[in-house]
C-alpha cells in the first residue's frame, strides 16, 4: 500500500510540473513608457500578428468598436491632464477602444480598464474621451501590431496605431508650459512655508544644526501666519531642545489653540503634556 501511495504522489507531481510549462503567447503583452515634455505616458497592451490574415475590413471590421490589440484591455496612462482634439482628459488611465474605418478611426478612451477585450455591457457613460484619429496607407506592412508614441515635442506627441499597412494617427497635446511657468514661479519666488518647515524638521530630528533649523522654523511659521498648529508644535520642540523653556510653552500654547481649532485632538493632548513638563521645570 505504502509503494502505491508513493507511486501516486509522484505522479501527481509529474502532472503538477505539467501545469506549470510556460510557453509563448501569440499575442505577446508589450509596455511603452515615454516622456512628453514633463508629462508621462505609459502603455501596456498585447500584440497580435497577422500571420497571412487580411486585418482591417476581415478580421477587425470597419465601422465596429475593436479591442485595439488582444486579450486584456489595451491601457493608457496620463501623469498630467492631457489634451486629445481639442477636449480635455483628466490624468489617469483609460482602456483604448478604436472603431477603424477606411479614411479615419474613432478613438474611445474609456474608465473602466479590466475588461477582456470590448465590454459586454457597454457604458457610454464610461467614455471619457471621444477623437479622431487621421489614416494614412505605409509603403510596407507591419506583421505585428503596434502602438508608439512619436514625434515628440515639449507639448505634444502623436499616438500611432500601426498594423498591416495602415497607420492611424491622433495628437496629443500635453501641459508642458503651464507645468515650467509654475515651477519656475516656484523657484524664482523662493522657498514656502513647507520647504522651511521641512527642512527645520530634518535638522531637528537628525540633531543637526538647531540654530538653523529654529531659524527656518520660524521662517515657516510667519509664511503661514501662526495658524499651522503641526508647524507651532516642532518651533516648540526645537525651542525646549535650545533650552527656550519660556519661548517653548508660549510656542506650544498658540500651537494648542490652533489645535483646537481644528478639532485636532492628538495635538491638542501633546501640547497639554509638553506645556505642564515645561512649566514644571
Known amino acids: 500500500m505504502k509503494r502505491l501511495?508513493?507511486?501516486a504522489l509522484v505522479l501527481c507531481t509529474g502532472f503538477a510540473g505539467f501545469a506549470q510549462v510556460?510557453?509563448?503567447?501569440p499575442s505577446p503583452l508589450g509596455k511603452m513608457e515615454?516622456?512628453?515634455g514633463l508629462t508621462d505616458i505609459t502603455l501596456e497592451y498585447s500584440r497580435p500578428a497577422m500571420r497571412g490574415r487580411t486585418i482591417f475590413g476581415d478580421l477587425v471590421p470597419f465601422d465596429k468598436v475593436w479591442r485595439t490589440g488582444a486579450n486584456l484591455n489595451t491601457i493608457i496612462t496620463f501623469s498630467d491632464d492631457v489634451k486629445i482634439g481639442g477636449k480635455e482628459l483628466a490624468k489617469g488611465s483609460y482602456a483604448i477602444y478604436t472603431k477603424p474605418q477606411k479614411d479615419q478611426w474613432t478613438v474611445m478612451f474609456y474608465e473602466t480598464t479590466n475588461n477582456w477585450g470590448v465590454p459586454q455591457n457597454w457604458d457610454d457613460s464610461k467614455v471619457a474621451l471621444t477623437a479622431t484619429a487621421s489614416v494614412e496607407e505605409m509603403p510596407f506592412k507591419m506583421e505585428t501590431f503596434t502602438i508608439v508614441i512619436d514625434e515628440l515635442k515639449n507639448d505634444s506627441a502623436n499616438l500611432n496605431f500601426i498594423w498591416e499597412n495602415t497607420v492611424a494617427i491622433l495628437q496629443i497635446e500635453v501641459p508642458t508650459d503651464n507645468r515650467t511657468m509654475a515651477s519656475i514661479d516656484k523657484v524664482m519666488n523662493g522657498p514656502t512655508a513647507q520647504d522651511y518647515f521641512s527642512a527645520a524638521s530634518y535638522y531637528h530630528e537628525a540633531g543637526k544644526d538647531m540654530e538653523k533649523a529654529y531659524t527656518w522654523v520660524k521662517k515657516a511659521n510667519e509664511m503661514s501666519e501662526g495658524k499651522a498648529y503641526w508647524m507651532l508644535r516642532r518651533q516648540s520642540l526645537i525651542e525646549a531642545e535650545m533650552g527656550k523653556t519660556k519661548e517653548a510653552i508660549a510656542t506650544a500654547k498658540r500651537s494648542l489653540s490652533a489645535a483646537e481649532a481644528?478639532?485636532?485632538a492628538d495635538y491638542?493632548?501633546?501640547?497639554k503634556e509638553s506645556i505642564a513638563e515645561w512649566e514644571a521645570k
Not at 268 to 271: A, D, G, L, T, Y
Request: aromatic residues 6%.
Open 262 to 264: 481644528a478639532n485636532n
Open 22 to 25: 510556460e510557453a509563448p503567447q
Open 5 to 7: 501511495l508513493a507511486f
Open 268 to 271: 491638542v493632548k501633546m501640547n
Open 34 to 36: 515615454q516622456k512628453v
